[in-house]
């Protein structure tokens, strides 16, 4: 059923990824399914860009990727091939650009008890549910 399982983490904050993994993982090893890692890269933004160099941008994502490649082989439990995918712009919106990148049938990802601002804002779990091509399930912590 399942073939491309993406999971969406923040590196920097395990309840991102840590009762999240565990499921992403038991269902890649059930269904003989690849795992896609997607995290978002830090961006400096327009406003500021002007203090920072030139590439910083691109510093950010190619730190991110090495970050992502040393969590991958610290995290995920052997005998699961994994791609990984980095992102730089809004969190919501890079998640379901690497769903449909990697061809995802289903996405993986955490979320916490809503705060006041999530439900004025939405939180990036609620705008991956409502828009992603695929199936998406939301792990709480």
Known sequence: MFKNVLIAIDITAP???ARSLPVAAQICKDWSARLHVVTVAAEVNVQVASFFP????ARLLEQTAADLRRWIGEHVPAGIEVHQIVGQGSIHREIIAAAEKANAD???MASHKPTA???LLGTNAAHVVRHAACSVMVVRN
């Open 15 to 17: 309840a991102s990824w």
């Open 54 to 57: 030139q590439d910083a941008n």
């Open 106 to 108: 289903l996405v993986v």
């Open 117 to 119: 601002s999530d439900y």
